[in-house]
C-alpha cells in the first residue's frame, strides 16, 4: 500500500507497523521522531500503530544547520543545567560536519544549535551530525530556524524533543525572511505554550527592553536579543538597549545574531551578557577553526572585563605617573 514519507510517496507491506518501518529502513530508534497525520507517534507506541492507506508520515532527525573549559572559572546556569564556556556555536554554513566540528572544539562550546529535518531516506550513507558532535558530549539546542508562525515553531520542537528527548530549546518566529527580525506577537504566544508543555525556552527577540521583559514574564528561560540582523556581521548596533536588557533580567541574557567579530563578542560580554551565540561569523570567515579560537578568547576577555570592573570614562587626560617631584 502507499503513503507519503517526508512528503514523497512510499509502499509498504499491508499492517506494517511504525516500528517495522523504523527498522526497515535502517534508522535507529534513539534518534528520530515520528509524526503520522500530523501528530507525533511516541516511541512507546510505535510496535502497535498500524499504518494506513494514504497515511502521511514524517521522520525527522536533529541536523546541522569543544568541551574543553573555559579560561575563567565562573560558570552560568540556565534552566538548572550549569554551563561554563559561554559561547554557543551553531551548526549551518560549514564545508562539511568534519570542519564544523573542529570549530566547536576550537571554541571550546559545550552547547550547539541544531536544526530539526526530515531523515534522508535516499542515501543512509551520508554523514551525520551527530557522528561527528555526538549529543552524549555536547548539550543539543534545538531551534525553530525558518518557522514564521507560532504553529511552525511548536510543531518543530514538539518533534525535537520526541526524537532526542531535548526540552531545552531555542525558539525563534520570524516575521519576514528579508530582515530575518522576530515576530513579537507569535514568539510571545509560541513561548507562553511551550512553557505550559514543560519546555525550557531560550528566546530570541529584537534587541527592546520591553519586549525582553514580557517574554520573561511569559516564562522565558533565557532571553537572546539580537546585536544586529541574523547572519549581517553588523555588530551590537544598540549598546544601551542591551545593557538595560541585562540589567532588568533575572534570567540569563545572551546576544544571538549579528556577530561579525572577536571584538564584538566582546562588547556583548562587557556589557554584561551571559553568553553569545553566533554561527556565520565563524562559518564564513576564510579559516573557520582560527576565528572559533579568536571568539572563544574574545568572549573569555570580554568576561574578565565585565568582572573586573571598567575604568569611569573621563572627558580628560588624567597622568599615569604623578607630576610632583618631575626634575
Not at 527580525?181 to 519546555?199: K, S
Amino acid at each position: 500500500m502507499a503513503i507519503r514519507l517526508n512528503g514523497e510517496t512510499h509502499h509498504v507491506p499491508r499492517g506494517e507497523t511504525v516500528a517495522g518501518l523504523v527498522a526497515a529502513l535502517g534508522l535507529k530508534p534513539a534518534r528520530v521522531a515520528v509524526e503520522r497525520n500530523r501528530a507525533i507517534v511516541p516511541r512507546s507506541l510505535w510496535a502497535a500503530t498500524v499504518l494506513a492507506e494514504a497515511d502521511e508520515l514524517e521522520i525527522v532527525e536533529l541536523v546541522g544547520g569543544g568541551d574543553a573549559p573555559a579560561a575563567t572559572e565562573d560558570s552560568w546556569t540556565v534552566a538548572g543545567r550549569t554551563f561554563r564556556s559561554r559561547l554557543i556555536v551553531g551548526t549551518g554554513k560549514y564545508r562539511d560536519y568534519a570542519q564544523n566540528a573542529a570549530a566547536v572544539e576550537a571554541a571550546g562550546a559545550e552547547i550547539v544549535t541544531v536544526a530539526v529535518r526530515r531523515v534522508n531516506l535516499t542515501d543512509r550513507s551520508r554523514p551525520r551530525l551527530s557522528d561527528f558532535i555526538p549529543p552524549d558530549r555536547y548539550t543539543y539546542l534545538p531551534n525553530t530556524a525558518g518557522c514564521f508562525t507560532a504553529e511552525e515553531a511548536l510543531r518543530t520542537l514538539r518533534l525535537a524533543r520526541e526524537a532526542g528527548g531535548w526540552s531545552l530549546v531555542k525558539l525563534e518566529v520570524l516575521a519576514d525572511p528579508k530582515t530575518l527580525f522576530p515576530d513579537i506577537v507569535e514568539t510571545i504566544r509560541a513561548t507562553e505554550i511551550l512553557v505550559r508543555e514543560g519546555f525550557d525556552v531560550m528566546v530570541y527577540t529584537t534587541d527592546d527592553p520591553v519586549a525582553a521583559r514580557r517574554l520573561e514574564a511569559a516564562g522565558a528561560a533565557a532571553i537572546m536579543p539580537l546585536g544586529a540582523p541574523i547572519g549581517s556581521g553588523l555588530g551590537i548596533q544598540n549598546r544601551v538597549n542591551i545593557r538595560l536588557i541585562v540589567e532588568q533580567a533575572r534570567v540569563p541574557v545572551l546576544v544571538d545574531a549579528g556577530v561579525g567579530t572577536a571584538s564584538d563578542a566582546a562588547i556583548a560580554m562587557e556589557l554584561g551578557c551571559d553568553g553569545v551565540l553566533m554561527n556565520t561569523a565563524i562559518a564564513e570567515a576564510k579559516d573557520p577553526v582560527l576565528m572559533a579560537r579568536a571568539m572563544r578568547h574574545a568572549v573569555e576577555a570580554g568576561r574578565l572585563a565585565y568582572r573586573a570592573g571598567r575604568m569611569a570614562p573621563r572627558r580628560y587626560a588624567d597622568p599615569s605617573s604623578p607630576l610632583a617631584g618631575l626634575i
